[in-house]
């Protein structure tokens, strides 16, 4: 959701480092920006010059802001609040001296600006965020700053990371509770950051706070305290392991071309190098007495392949659920239970919430994620990291079939086949090679060109290609607008095909395993109510008015096939003159309910 980055050095280019990090951020998904950097001159006291706006960032430029080595930028995704430049962040006090930003949501912000608006606080935007900062400004009358600032965090309620430029001091103080921050050590300065990629131009040195930890950075030391105690604590940090090219588009003209494109290398990395660790994880599946698969969106597609995967390669049973309801079905789960929850960003809130209920009785967690250091991955008993670099474009690709591939080679593990595993996931690698060839893509092309002006699309599977359906539908909603339904084909007669009528586009797909004779069926009833079968399969049929051919890998076809499906999506929203990559409404990572 919201994009956080702030420096503190020596450099005099504040503006344009913020400037950098908060592009760096655009993918996260926004409506509005700002940033605000310490005019020089000012002596012992702060004042600053603050840019606010509406709308993309797009080629606005902020050379005009002064020189300064101090400064704190933020991407809103309005919650409180419409998308006003006035709502926008940084928000200050009633003096101007105290600049805040902020992500998450503050429950009680009503009863606390009541209160503050007694005390003579006056308030200027419809936002939340802003109650922080005006009491920060009251508490900071009886106490130091740091101290109004840890204070005024545990009057807030709800899951939230605030940053707050000291009146005084070139100094950053920030606190999480929930939403992500991370601290990048550079040399000569350090940085924050909601999002560590942001960081990798300036440093791989991090340190990801965690929940209820408030850090004070200057120039030189960054010191994390206990908001709850107000103790200082040791800092471990980490080591970044991706690399700012993996972060860049590149050749690409998007991020999520790009980031389809990277997947059969991907693939072969997993299926190498992810082995060791499906072996050791696929034992704490065996000793527990029930295992539950939990995630959002793309990722709760990933849940029901793997209860298929689980199911036909292991012979075993794993109930799955999306994050958000979850909790409402955990009555049952015991500490000898296993909750799998499966995340790209680590930061997801409604999976985040989930595991921690989970974990409230007794269970134990297994994130599959990938993002190190994300929420998810330190809140786990065991965490394995997904490998599929930085995944940018909001709509998620990679790290969706990443985590098919290690749910490939855990099942096959868990079944005592774990080379099997792996020479299913090379095939899928294969066969998604042949979906990027220039000839396959321009294929793909083509039929998104016929689809362009569509307003419903449905998408029909059986098995693992249930799960194929309801992501391509997915990835089609979601950058392209059109309407676009995935269902169990089992489920035509149920209701859904009352929808199709002449032209309407009708995905099928039809992979070489026990679900292709039935899919056939629902392809041909489709067909005969005026359907346009758009069929995916090893072979051609008759019936197809469209076909595009993806080669048999066993049980891993799905992830091949949901590639057409992504290629698909991307060539639609193009056709349709949208920016694949931003789609309206969406943030890439979840942290509000
Ligand atoms: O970071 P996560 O994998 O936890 O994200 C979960 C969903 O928010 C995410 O998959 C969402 O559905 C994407 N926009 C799908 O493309």
């Known amino acids: 959701m919201c994009g956080i980055f702030g420096y503190v050095g020596h450099q005099e280019d504040a503006a344009d480092i913020v400037f950098e990090g908060l592009k760096r951020l655009e993918y996260r998904g926004y409506d509005s920006w700002g940033i ?15 840019r606010k706006r509406t709308g993309k960032i797009g080629n606005a430029k902020v050379s005009d802001l002064p020189k300064s080595s101090f400064g704190l930028g933020h991407t809103r995704w309005a919650t409180h609040g419409g998308v006003t430049k006035i709502n926008a962040h940084p928000h200050t006090d009633c003096t101007g001296s105290i600049v805040l930003i902020h992500n998450g949501i503050i429950e009680n912000y009503e009863k606390l600006k009541k209160n503050l608006i007694a005390h003579g606080h006056r308030f200027v935007s419809e936002t939340d965020s802003e109650v922080a900062v005006h009491l920060i400004e009251e508490l900071n009358k009886t106490c130091s700053f740091t101290e109004a600032v840890r204070k005024a965090f545990l009057k807030l309620e709800g899951l939230n990371a605030i940053i707050v430029m000291h009146p005084r001091a070139h100094t950053f103080v920030g606190v999480r ?21 942001a960081l990798l131009p300036h440093t791989k040195k991090v340190y990801f706070l965690e929940d209820n930890d408030l850090v004070v950075a200057d120039a030189e030391n960054v010191q994390i305290i206990e908001v709850k105690t107000g103790k200082r604590k040791k800092i471990k940090p980490r080591t970044l392991t991706w690399s700012i090219k993996q972060a860049e588009k590149g050749k690409y003209p998007h991020f999520m071309i790009k980031e389809i494109h990277e997947q059969p290398s991907i693939l072969s990395e997993i299926a190498s190098s992810g082995l060791s660790n499906a072996k050791k994880l696929s034992k704490h599946i065996d000793q527990a007495f029930d295992t539950y698969m939990v995630g959002c969106g793309t990722a709760s597609y990933a849940c029901i392949a793997g209860s298929y995967l689980f199911s036909k390669i292991a012979n075993r049973h794993i109930n799955w659920a999306v994050g958000s309801e979850f909790g409402y079905q955990l009555d049952f789960l015991t500490p000898k239970s296993l909750v799998m929850a499966l995340s790209q960003s680590g930061e997801t809130i409604d999976t985040l919430e989930a595991v921690k209920k989970a974990k409230g009785k007794g269970a134990k967690i297994f994130a599959l994620v990938n993002t190190l250091g994300s929420s998810l991955y330190r809140e786990a008993d065991y965490s394995m990291l997904i490998g599929a670099g930085p995944e940018k474009a909001v709509a998620s690709t990679k790290a969706f079939t990443g985590k098919l591939a290690h749910l490939v080679l855990l099942a096959y593990a868990l079944a005592g086949k774990p080379k099997s595993g792996q020479s299913t996931l090379l095939k899928a690698a294969k066969a998604s090679k042949t979906v990027l060839t220039p000839e396959s893509r321009a294929r793909i092309k083509k039929l998104a060109e016929r689809m362009k002006n569509k307003e419903h699309i449905y998408v029909i599977g059986r098995g693992l290609s249930y799960p194929a359906s309801l992501e391509t539908a997915l990835k089609i909603k979601e950058i392209s607008y059109i309407h676009a339904e995935g269902f169990a084909a089992g489920e035509l007669k149920h209701g859904v095909i009352a929808l199709v009528e002449k032209g309407t586009p009708c995905i099928a797909f039809l992979p070489n395993d026990e679900t292709y004779g039935a899919n056939l069926a629902g392809a041909m009833e489709m067909k005969a109510r005026g359907g346009s079968i758009i069929g995916i399969s090893h072979k051609p049929h008759e019936v197809f008015d469209f076909y595009i051919p993806v080669a048999d890998a066993q049980e891993a076809t799905i992830i091949p096939n949901v590639i057409v499906g992504q290629v698909l999506a991307y060539y639609l929203a193009i056709a349709r003159d949208l920016d694949p990559d931003m789609p309206r409404n969406l943030a890439k990572s979840v942290t509000v309910k």
Do not use: C, M, R
């Not at 605000?36 to 600053?48: I, L, R, W």
């Not at 929930?178 to 000569?188: E, F, I």
């Open 36 to 50: 605000a950097v310490k005019k020089p001159g000012t002596g012992s006291k702060n004042t600053f010059a603050i």
């Open 177 to 197: 509770n929930g939403s992500p921050l991370v601290v990048g050590l550079g040399k000569g300065g350090n940085y924050l950051a909601s999002d560590a990629a």
